[in-house]
């Protein structure tokens, strides 16, 4: 299996994720010190699930050539 496509496509699916999220917490309203901590945290943890993700499918990659 090419885990380089996966790896594409799991960035491609995140980043995407990150996106919607970032618009629904601009439609919701609010002055920007409301929605400013809501999109350091969304962008921290989807920004975080994404290298936790990569990592392990380098480690698999790594695992498989040995």
Same mark, same amino acid.
């Given at each position: ?27 919701? #309203? #609010? ?12 962008? %921290?943890?989807? %920004? ?19």
């Amino acid at each position: 299996m090419n885990l380089e496509i996966v790896k594409k496509i799991i960035a491609t699916t995140i980043v995407a994720i990150w996106l919607v999220l970032i618009y629904k917490i601009f439609q919701a #309203g #609010g002055t920007m010190q409301e929605q400013l901590p809501k999109c350091i945290f969304t962008t %921290f943890i989807i %920004f975080s699930t994404l290298t936790l993700l990569f990592k392990l499918i380098e480690y698999k990659q790594k695992k498989e050539r040995n």
